[in-house]
């Protein structure tokens, strides 16, 4: 059965410049159209066939038979004496995929164009199929040409971007290894050599106070005291940068409104910066309020002011602004690992050196600095770092050389009531102990007998525990406690859980928690429930009784 070649097949044919190539050579016989376009059929390197398509009820093509193939067929199917025969038959597991689309032709007479594999045949084909003759008798031309080793190497091409996109991500990800070990290495060199020194100072003070009181030499100790001392309060800064650079420092937060917050620096600030340097602080109208450490934000503010004038040797122009600004979701993303919303930004801006690149790219990990040695720590930044992201917020450098620097940190606004304030308490003179009642649960000795003596020396009545569960069983008894002095990391019971059960037992009690190290067991919340207040270790006795005697007159 042959069927004739429309003017429909002859127009794809004539159209599909790029599967027609081998046409051009041929001598096309004098004839009939039909016989002019079945020598070039015949003459094609490209596979030809007309097949007449099987359908099931629902219209779908299910088979097909070769009606008619050209002389390339066999070698672009590797099938033989096809004609007559069905290709269920030929291929039983050749793809449902060519049978629907078949189908499709023969019943909606619309052209396809497609790529597809034929595994039953071990091959890849570009395919062109459209319907020939009568539509009712479901015939379709195919014209199809071999294009497995074209995929083959596209494949291979792929594989091999594949290949090299795993090698490249692996190496970065050994190169960012790397500088996380630079900076760890960085870190811990840093911290041992700063530690050490500190550590000297106080072991060798205590050292000489020793031997001085066996000798009976005691006039000269006052001395080597403040140089002890000394050594510890910076031995506690440096802990406590190195904990605002990890997110883990017990911070104190508090609904703070910045504005007056920079102005009451103001004068501490000009102090600092000499009159090289002219200071302007703006801060915007309405400002939002934030929640956050007044202490640790204050302490940012003098450093970012530092570093500000470190940068202006000369003299230069440093200006300090704060302002409301939303962050829509792209501009959260630029900062980095911010959601978006509505923040209070506090603005430091110099007219000094500015940094490079490189620099801005290193600024916020600690010990980096480039100030001589002895100079800079490097820890400013990474602290304030640290502080911004601990606080929910961000912070973001703008600088360029030459040009100077301006450092933004983004705080999140706090909707709501302003809290409480007890930062005031460390100018208050405390009014002496009125025989009050404290427990105190801590489970270091040394730290517990200084608390205790210190407490009792002020005339106050103590009661105290090593451990959660004995500061528990205090607080079942009838005795009449006044305040809980609690530390948070205890063994058994955390403080938090002592002071949970302590205000159900005895609603109202004041508590004073002591930690070095923030812990998830305090949220931000349950500090700022009044009566709960929270002391950084180490706190100087002055400051710690203070804050006691506030808590109690409250
Ligand atoms: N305003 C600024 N202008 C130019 N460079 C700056 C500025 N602020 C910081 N830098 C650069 O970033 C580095 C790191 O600053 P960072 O505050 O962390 O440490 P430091 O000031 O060197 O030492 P530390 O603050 O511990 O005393 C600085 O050494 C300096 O190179
Ligand atoms: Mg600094």
């Known amino acids: 059965m042959t069927c004739p070649l429309t003017a429909k097949v002859k127009g794809e044919l004539a159209s599909r410049g790029s599967l027609v190539v081998a046409a051009y050579d041929i001598a096309v016989p004098v004839g009939t159209d039909d016989d002019r376009y079945r020598a070039l059929l015949r003459a094609l390197d490209d596979g030809f066939c007309v097949i007449e398509v099987i359908l099931d009820d629902a219209q779908r093509g299910i088979d097909y038979r070769f009606v008619e193939v050209n002389a390339a067929f066999e070698q672009q199917t590797g099938l033989t004496n096809a004609i007559g025969k069905c290709m269920r038959d030929l291929a039983p597991d050749h793809e449902t995929h060519w049978y629907e689309t078949y189908g499709r032709v023969a019943v909606t007479g619309q052209t396809l164009r497609f790529e597809h594999r034929a595994d039953a045949l071990g091959r890849w084909y570009e395919v062109i199929a459209f319907r020939v003759g009568d539509p009712a008798a479901r015939t379709v031309g ?74 009976g030499r005691i006039d000269n100790l006052e001395r080597l005291i403040e140089g002890a001392m000394g050594s510890a309060e910076r031995a506690a800064s440096l802990t406590h940068r190195l904990l605002a650079f990890s997110r883990r420092q017990p911070l104190d937060p508090r609904t703070i409104d910045a504005n007056p917050l920079i102005a009451s620096m103001e004068e501490l600030l000009r102090r600092s910066l000499g009159s090289r340097i002219n200071l302007e602080v703006h801060g915007a109208e309405n400002l939002w309020l934030t929640l956050c450490d007044a202490n640790q934000l204050e302490s940012a503010i003098l450093n970012l002011c530092i570093n500000a004038r470190d940068a202006m040797p000369e003299e230069g122009n440093l200006y300090i602004s704060s302002s409301n600004v939303v962050l829509d979701a792209g501009e959260a993303r630029r900062l980095g690992d911010i959601g978006p919303g509505q923040y209070v930004r506090i603005a430091v801006s110099d007219t000094g050196m500015g940094m490079s690149p490189d620099t801005v790219s290193k600024a916020f990990e600690p010990f980096f600095t480039t100030k001589p040695l002895g100079q800079g720590t490097g820890l400013g930044l990474s602290m304030i770092y640290g502080f911004a992201r601990q606080s929910g917020g961000q912070v973001q450098i703008d600088s360029a050389l030459g040009r100077g620097t301006t450092i933004n940190l983004y705080l999140p606004r706090y909707i709501g009531e302003p809290s409480r304030c007890n930062r005031a308490v460390d100018t208050i003179e405390p009014t002496p102990a009125s025989n009050e009642l404290v427990l105190v649960v ?113």
């Not at 991500?169 to 020194?197: P, S, W, Y």
């Not at 959660?468 to 938090?496: C, E, F, K, M």
Request: with cysteine.
């Open 442 to 554: 801590e489970d270091d000795d040394v730290i517990r007998s200084l608390i205790v003596e210190t407490l009792s020396d002020q005339g106050y009545r103590i009661c105290e525990a090593a451990d959660g569960p004995a500061g528990l069983a205090v607080l079942q008894s009838r005795r009449d406690i006044d305040l809980l002095v609690t530390d948070i990391g205890l063994p058994g019971l955390n403080g938090r859980q002592v002071a949970d059960a302590a205000r159900l037992l005895r609603p109202g009690l004041r508590v004073m928690f002591m930690t070095g190290y923030a812990q998830s067991a305090l949220s931000d919340s349950e500090l700022l429930e009044p009566g709960v207040e929270l002391i950084t270790k180490p706190f100087a006795i002055d400051t710690f009784v203070r804050r006691i005697r506030g808590m109690l007159d409250a």
């Open 142 to 215: 195919v014209l199809f040409r071999d294009v497995r080793h074209r995929k083959a190497h596209e494949e291979e091409m792929q594989a091999r971007v594949q290949a090299r996109t795993a090698e490249l991500e692996q190496a970065h990800a050994q190169l960012r290894h790397a500088q996380k070990m630079e900076v760890v290495g960085q870190l811990t060199g840093g911290i041992a050599h700063d530690f050490n020194n500190l550590l000297q100072g106080i072991t060798g003070s205590l050292e000489l106070i020793r031997r001085y009181i066996r000798q």
